[in-house]
Every structure is written in C-alpha cells, then in structure tokens.
C-alpha cells in the first residue's frame, strides 16, 4: 500500500462501495451524499477512476450483466481497496482529533462530530458551492 494520502475523488469512490457493491450511476450518487452535495462525479471522470482503481486492483468487478443492450457493472471494495481505505480512515482520524486538540474543542475523548466537522476538498477551485470532479 502507498503512504500517500489519497486523492478526494478516490477516497470517495472506494467509501462509496465500501458497505456494498454499486454500479457507476449508484456511486456517483453516493459520492455526492457523502460529500454533502460538494462533490459531483461527471461521467467519463467516474469511469475512467473506476478504471484506474481495478488496474491498481483497489476495487473489482462485483457483476456484469447487459442492461437495454449496455454493459452495466457493479463494482466491490477488492481486498487492498479495503485496507487502503481503513489506513486513510485512521489517518483522517488522527489528524481530525489533533486539530480538535489543537483548536481547543474539547477534551481528548471528546467527540468530533459535535466538535469538529472534517471537510473534505475545502481547498483551492472547490468555491463555495462545493466541486465538479471532471468535465
């Protein structure tokens, strides 16, 4: 596994199918629930992340079956995908309760839901209305 951090759009397609496996429309769905509308995968930028992430084998494919005459494919956490996922989870974790140390916000048992919200892609060409991944 790499030690770098991973790219938003990754780290939301892998927690998007890390409960169960879902088929491109569903993740791009997903993606934009757990950003809180922030994020907004457009087609051929959610396909070819799929893509890249079954050639570094983070993610399989669950199912394929032919849908109207298109292919349609379920995608599953593969088992690096998972490990991958639960080691950027931890080191979210552990920079969030340092920044909640650091701010003052509480107690160092104390929760950072209530305290602090964690906002992924807050940065430079996010604006405030949150993001577009793609064109």
Request: proline fraction near 2%.
């Amino acid at each position: 596994m790499n030690d770098q951090a991973l790219r938003e759009p990754t780290l939301l397609i892998l927690t998007a199918i890390a409960d169960a496996p879902r088929h491109g429309y569903a993740i791009a769905q997903e993606v934009e629930k757990i950003s809180e509308g922030r994020t907004k995968m457009r087609t051929g930028t959610l396909y070819g992340a799929l893509e890249r992430l079954l050639e570094q084998e983070l993610i399989a494919v669950h199912e394929e079956e032919v849908v109207d005459g298109r292919r349609r494919r379920s995608y599953a956490l593969a088992p690096r995908g998972r490990e991958t996922l639960a080691a950027e989870a931890a080191r979210l974790a552990r920079t969030a309760q340092e920044a909640t140390r650091r701010l003052g916000l509480g107690g160092a048992g104390a929760s950072l839901g209530a305290s602090f919200r964690v906002t992924f892609g807050a940065g430079a060409g996010a604006g405030a209305g949150g993001a577009v991944v793609g064109s």
